[in-house]
């Protein structure tokens, strides 16, 4: 129970941090994008009372929609690409309600503080960058772990037959599951438009008919 407890203060925390950040985010990438492409931009020019507002105003949007999209829990998991989709969502719905914004709120206030379409992307970008890799960094981290710790431990080395599902649900358990006993070293299917494809990092190196040279060259204990 105290364990558990522990667990959930220190989800808790991460969460705390990771929303801190979002926040921090929208400042730093307001500040990215006047500076990347005003040469006149100051600290003094660009914290001004309206875009001070219209900062405030994409915060509280941004977090809406990271909460909605539930993005302050995928870092507790091995992300993949429903999770980077759904970020890229988050991101596509800024830059729309901001072009909105632009549109309505007429020439003359984005003449005046410089907010015009192409800030807006480029402030919408640098969000999808921070949104992309905070949520990725713990698969980052642990897929290097991995990496280092497979190369001091000995471990089965296997092909796996098929590209499929099965097949990424297998490597990304050998990948991120530390007590795994198995290491794969490649995927073997007859479909011959898979060659040269990947899962995760582990390429399809060949078909069936093929799988003696492969394991030899691969140095293959089993096959999956």
């Not at 100051?42 to 539930?70: D, G, H, Q, R, Y």
């Not at 901001?98 to 410089?114: C, K, L, P, Q, S």
């Not at 960094?137 to 080395?157: C, D, E, H, I």
Request: glycine content about 6%; overall charge positive.
């Amino acid at each position: 129970m105290a364990k558990k407890n522990a667990i959930t203060k220190k989800q808790t925390l991460i969460r705390t941090l990771l929303c801190v950040g979002d926040i921090m985010a929208v400042f730093l990438a307001t500040m990215g994008s006047y500076l990347m492409l005003k040469s006149w931009a100051t600290w003094e020019n660009i914290l001004t009372k309206p875009l001070a507002a219209w900062m405030l105003c994409n915060a509280v949007l941004l977090l809406l929609l990271t909460t909605s999209f539930k993005l302050y829990s995928v870092i507790f998991a091995s992300v993949g690409f429903p999770e980077l989709f759904r970020i890229g969502l988050v991101a596509a719905t800024v830059y729309l309600a901001n072009t909105i914004f632009v549109f309505i709120a007429g020439r003359e206030f984005t003449n005046t503080y410089f907010l015009g379409h192409t800030t807006v992307f480029v402030y919408s970008l640098l969000l999808l960058v921070w949104l992309a890799g905070s949520r990725f960094l713990k698969r980052g981290y642990v897929a290097l772990r991995s990496q280092w710790k497979n190369s001091f431990t000995k471990k089965k080395k296997i092909l796996i037959v098929g590209y499929n599902n099965e097949a990424f649900t297998l490597i990304r358990s050998m990948t991120f599951d530390e007590n795994s006993r198995y290491r794969a070293v490649g995927v073997l299917d007859d479909d011959n438009r898979y060659l040269g494809k990947h899962i995760y990092d582990i390429r399809v190196v060949g078909t069936t008919n093929e799988a003696k040279e492969v394991v030899q060259k691969y140095k293959a204990e089993e096959i999956f």
